[in-house]
C-alpha cells in the first residue's frame, strides 16, 4: 500500500470542514435521502461565513497556513485538493452511492489514474471487445508498454469473460454497459462475481447510462468511472473524468495516485460538471422519454431495418438491462436501407440533430461510427456496420426530433 499524505488525502470525503464546510454533515444526511435531493444538496453545506448556495469557484492554488503546518480544513496546495473539487467529489461519491469520489481532467485521465493504481506490470485486465475507442487506445498502446496485458472478451456473454480471465493474474475486469455503439449490456451482479471469484476488481464504465439511471456499487462492482464529459455535465461545455468506490483501502490508492499523477480538473471545470450534476435526474428521464418516442418513431419507418434500443424486447440485452437500469437512456442505434451512402446522407441532412461526436449533452447529436468515432476499428473485430448510425437523444421538444428525422430519412434513396 501507498503511503499517503496525512494531511490533505486522507479518509472521509477529502478535506474536513475549513471555510467551504464541505463534505461534512450533508453528506451523511443526504446519503439516506432519494437520487434527486444527493445529486442537489451532497458534498457541500452553504458557506459559513456567506452562506453562498453554491461552492464558490476558488480560483486558488495554494493556501494560507496558521503556522508550519497549520492547515485550514486539510488544504495545502490545489492538485491534492481544493474546495471546488472536494464538493463535487463529494456529490459524486452519494449519486453512485460509493463511499468516496475522485474527480479527474478527463475520463481517460481517470481512467489512467485508477489502472497505473490498482495494477502492476506483469499483471493482465479484461477489457470489453467493443469497449470505447480512447480505452481500448489506452490499454494497448500506453498501458500495455508499461506491461499490463489485456484480453477482449464480449461483456454480454459472462462465459466469455470468465474465459478471459487468469486468476492470479487478471486484477481487473472492465465493462461498459451498455456499449458503443450497439448497446450491448453487461450483467454487473453475474461479472462481480466473476472478477471476485478470481481475485480482481470489477470496473464498470458507467458513463452511458448515468448514475441516475444505474448504480453499479450496488450491484456489486468496486469501481465506477465516468466521462462527465458526457450525461454528467450534461451541456457539451466541459471535460472531465471521475471513480467512485466503496472500498476505503482502494480509496487511499486512489488518492495517492491522483495526486502523485495529478491529472486533476480545475475549479471552473469541477464547478460546471458539479452544476450539471445537479439536475442529472430531471434531463435523464427526458432523454429517456425523447429516446422512447425516437425509438417507436424509427421502428415503424420504412427506411430503418434495424433499431438498436436495450429498451426493446429483441434487444438481446433488454432482460438483463431491465434488471439493472431504472430506465433504458438516451443512445439509440439504428441501420437503414441503402448502405454507407444512405446513412451519410440521413447524417448529412437531419439539421435539429447536430452531426458530431461525444454523446450525453442537452442537444441532440447524430453520427456515423464507421467513418466517425470508430473509424479507427475499420477492418478489425471492433468494426461496426458500414449503414449503422448512432444518436445521442437530446431534451429538445420530442416532435421535432421526430420531424427531422422524418425529413432526413425521407431523402434516402
Ligand atoms: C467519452 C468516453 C470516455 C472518455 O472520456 P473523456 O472525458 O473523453 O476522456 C470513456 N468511456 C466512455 C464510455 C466514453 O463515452
Not at 500495455?144 to 475486469?173: M, Q
Not at 461498459?176 to 453487461?186: K, Q, S, V, Y
Not at 488518492?255 to 464547478?271: E, I
Not at 442537452?362 to 464507421?370: A, N, R, Y
Amino acid at each position: 500500500m501507498a503511503p499517503l499524505s496525512s494531511s490533505a488525502q486522507g479518509r472521509g470525503h477529502g478535506p474536513q470542514q475549513g471555510g467551504a464546510r464541505v463534505g461534512s454533515v450533508t453528506q451523511e444526511h443526504t446519503n439516506k435521502s432519494g437520487f434527486e435531493t444527493r445529486a442537489i444538496h451532497a458534498g457541500y453545506e452553504p458557506d459559513e461565513m456567506t452562506g453562498a448556495v453554491i461552492p464558490p469557484i476558488y480560483a486558488t492554488s495554494t493556501y494560507k497556513q496558521d503556522g508550519v503546518g497549520g492547515l485550514r480544513g486539510g488544504y495545502e496546495y490545489s492538485r491534492s485538493a481544493n474546495p471546488t473539487r472536494t464538493a463535487l467529489e463529494g456529490a459524486l461519491a452519494a449519486v453512485e452511492e460509493g463511499e468516496r469520489g475522485f474527480a479527474f481532467a478527463s475520463g481517460l485521465a481517470a481512467e489512467d489514474t485508477l489502472i497505473r493504481a490498482l495494477t502492476r506490470p506483469g499483471d493482465h485486465a479484461v477489457i470489453p471487445d467493443d469497449a470505447y475507442g480512447g480505452t481500448y487506445r489506452l490499454f494497448d498502446k500506453v498501458e500495455k508498454a508499461w506491461g499490463l496485458e489485456h484480453s477482449p472478451a464480449a461483456v454480454s456473454d459472462v462465459d466469455a469473460v470468465r474465459a478471459a480471465v487468469r486468476p492470479g493474474t487478471t486484477k481487473l475486469v472492465w465493462v461498459e454497459t451498455p456499449t458503443n455503439p450497439m448497446l450491448n449490456i453487461a450483467d454487473i451482479e453475474a461479472l462481480a462475481a466473476v472478477a471476485h471469484d478470481a481475485g480482481a476488481l470489477l470496473v464498470v464504465d458507467n458513463t452511458f447510462a448515468s448514475p441516475y439511471l444505474q448504480q453499479p456499487l450496488t450491484l456489486g462492482a468496486d469501481i465506477v468511472v465516468h466521462s462527465t464529459t458526457k450525461y454528467v455535465g450534461g451541456h457539451s461545455d466541459v471535460v472531465g473524468g471521475a471513480l467512485v468506490v466503496r472500498d476505503l483501502e482502494v480509496a487511499d490508492r486512489l488518492a495517492f495516485h491522483q495526486n502523485s499523477m495529478g491529472a486533476v480538473p480545475g475549479p471552473f471545470d469541477c464547478f460546471l460538471t458539479h452544476r450539471g450534476l445537479k439536475t442529472l435526474g430531471v434531463r435523464m428521464d427526458r432523454h429517456c422519454d425523447n429516446a422512447e418516442k425516437v425509438v417507436d418513431f424509427l421502428t415503424g419507418h420504412g427506411k430503418v431495418t434495424q433499431v438498436v434500443y436495450p429498451g426493446l424486447k429483441e434487444h438481446p440485452g433488454h432482460t438483463v438491462a431491465a434488471k439493472q437500469m431504472k430506465r433504458f437512456g438516451g443512445m439509440v442505434s439504428f441501420r437503414v436501407e441503402g448502405g454507407v451512402d444512405a446513412a451519410l446522407e440521413v447524417c448529412a441532412r437531419a439539421e435539429v440533430f447536430t452531426l458530431g461526436e461525444s454523446l450525453g449533452g442537452v442537444e441532440s447529436l447524430i453520427e456515423h461510427p464507421g467513418r466517425m468515432t470508430h473509424a479507427s476499428v475499420a477492418g478489425t473485430d471492433l468494426e461496426v456496420p458500414a449503414d449503422l448510425i448512432r444518436l445521442s437523444v437530446g431534451i429538445e421538444t420530442a416532435d421535432d426530433l421526430i420531424a427531422d428525422l422524418d425529413r432526413a430519412l425521407g431523402t434516402v434513396g
